[in-house]
């Protein structure tokens, strides 16, 4: 490894995280186009540099779709869900992230289910309204475009790192859990503590880290991490399932990240835009006090009756988010108070009553569980060093500011500033597969595609999507210089094949896999599901992608490295939709 002059290694170089790319990728049979080119950038560097763009001329023809065989299942379905026309921008990644606010640590755009936050349990997906027109609920989100015409100097950038201690950041497993039976509450205090204390061990490890990027270090703290949390979340959940409980989902709840925001509060002009007055949230939601950790033992005569109020009190949180982007504009200043906040305090006044009415049955009744009601309309920053069970001494931090949330008329985060770039045109498609039929995909099914963090977790599976309309042949991993009249495109691929069992891992991506690039096969133990790609385009003048000066939304340590293209999402298609779409496919039709 390259060193500085100081001893810290390097950021490993761009044609070597290629390099290794190239080499995992097709081990595994995940590498669907040859790189041809070596977008982003060796360094930690936010500028938005021109070795970053393409001619897309000059990208020769990469794309290899299998050839059809005899049973295989040809047809196509497509979903018209807009192009997020009812702005809809959130820094929440409710897949990779759940419960971890503002984890993207910069905005997505979000078209189809409207509730989906990062704390949205399923029952909040399944109730939530929809930006499709056939009623699809399902999530589809993808890192914003802006342009930006400021010069951004990369030595600032480097300054900003070398002040930055990573920190690991995890989802709160306290407040997803659902009731705890009083025979099991101490046992499942105490597994709470213990993942408190692996995460604060993480913590102390990451110091090492302090000012620079390692990203086969950062690999090995979170995979060790996650091993042991997998093995404290299983035991929660045999826990409270021999004491008469239940606790499902918890998987999603395992893996851990690492958060270097700390780099955007501390870059150049961070503090001003930090400073942007309250009214200007470009992303205000409901916040409200959590319910579920605060809760005693529950009797298990209970258990049932508490569990639906708690579901109820997630739907109405859910329910007040979609209305604050549904109703955006109405109204006068006090409109949210009156029409959002007051019904919904007076809702979970009541919610909160039939909870401590029905453990008061058979225990002690809860006390000031009525001081729980009352919400915000919350705009102002949050905590990112500290998140997830971590307790404030989990690690030294010599975190500057807080990560604000968006601020102002264009949405913004510190290092990922100027106008988004409303997409043109949004293709959302379910494919078939070359050598199978498909079987519906499970409601709730998560999937990703791509990888957000090439560089602090290495690029084994980050995707070349870009591309421009009218060269469908090839796929790049630097950002398009497209032909007069021809769009900016991201396509980004899902992963076809499914385990059969799970909607989700402890990465989030072991129970789906790409077919083989060859054959279109899936792997063994997986059957081929409708394969969703999600196809951007953007009309983007050429002068601006001449000059490099469009550049996708990213976190800190990627500084717009187009490599880093991610689209995420989860189906919540009615089962009846679903087996629609796979019989269309299956007959070989194009249907919508």
Sequence with gaps: MNR??????????????????AVVLAATGALTVTFVSSGGKGTADAATSLDQFVKIENVAPNVRNPKPAAGGSTGRFIVDCGTNGNGK????????????????????????????????????????????????KSSYFWPVVRIDKSVRSGNQVQQALAQTQPMVVCPSVGKQLRAVPSGARATVDRLLAELDRQQAAANQRMTASRGRIDAAFNRQVIDSLRTRRAAMIKEISRTVTAAGGSQPGLVSLVECDISYDDMHARMPGATHRASVRAAQAANPRIQCPTVRDKLPGVPAGALAEVNRNLDELDRQISEANERLVTSRG?????????????????????????????????AARPQGLDALATCTLDQAPG?????????????????????????????????????????????????GNPVSTVVPMPKFLRALTGDAKPTSRGPANARATWSCSGFADRLSDKYPICPAGSRVQRVHDFPGCWDGRNIDSDNHRNHVAFADKATGACPQGFRAIP??????????????????????????????NPFSDHNDFVNVNSAQTMQRIVTCINKGKNCS
Excluded at 401 to 418: M, R, S, V
Aim: charge should be negative; proline fraction near 10%; include cysteine.
């Design 4 to 21: 500085r002059k100081n001893g810290t290694p390097l950021v490993q170089s761009r044609p070597a995280r290629l390099a290794m790319a």
């Design 89 to 136: 921008f959130s820094p929440d990644n409710p897949v990779a992230q759940p419960g971890i606010r503002n984890g993207a640590e910069h905005v997505h755009d979000f078209v189809g289910n409207l509730a989906i936050t990062a704390n949205s349990s399923d029952a909040d997906l399944d109730a939530s309204g929809t930006t499709c027109r056939n009623g699809d």
């Design 330 to 362: 109405q109204g006068g200043p006090a409109f949210v108070d009156n029409a959002i906040l007051g019904p919904l305090r007076a809702k979970r006044t009541a919610v909160l009553d039939r909870i401590a009415i029905a453990i008061g049955r058979q």
């Design 383 to 431: 905590n990112p060093a500290t998140p997830g069970n971590a307790p404030t001494t989990a690690a030294p931090t010599t975190a500057a500011t807080a990560l604000p949330d968006p601020q102002g008329p264009d949405f913004e985060l510190p290092g990922n500033t100027g106008g988004i770039v409303r997409p043109a045109q949004v293709l959302i498609e379910y494919r």
């Design 531 to 560: 394969q969703l790609r999600i196809t951007v385009a953007y009309d983007i003048a050429r002068d601006v992608q001449v000059k490099g000066q469009y550049a996708l939304d990213s976190f800190p340590e990627e500084n717009h």
